[in-house]
């Protein structure tokens, strides 16, 4: 299994190839991006829901589906990227 680090670790730099600086968030930045994320899993799990699918499952149950997920995932990734600029 590969080694990870949580996103609001102040070591999150030891696996990302391509930042090498972060600036060191506050714990209420912190806490946002963490919330941001958590909202995030809850809407996918919302979505296996909707589709009748296992969430611990890959699948979706249709292709309207995997789009909302990826929409998600980058509302996701442009929220974090907000806080953590």
Do not use: C
């Amino acid at each position: 299994m590969k080694e990870t680090v949580s996103s609001t670790s102040d070591a999150r730099t030891v696996n990302n190839t391509m930042r090498h600086a972060y600036r060191v968030l506050s714990d209420e930045e912190k806490a946002m991006m963490s919330r941001l994320k958590d909202v995030g899993g809850e809407f996918l799990a919302l979505l296996h829901q909707a589709g009748g699918t296992n969430p611990e499952g890959d699948r979706l149950a249709s292709r309207e589906l995997s789009l909302a997920q990826t929409k998600i995932e980058e509302a996701v990734m442009w929220a974090v990227k907000h806080v953590t600029r």
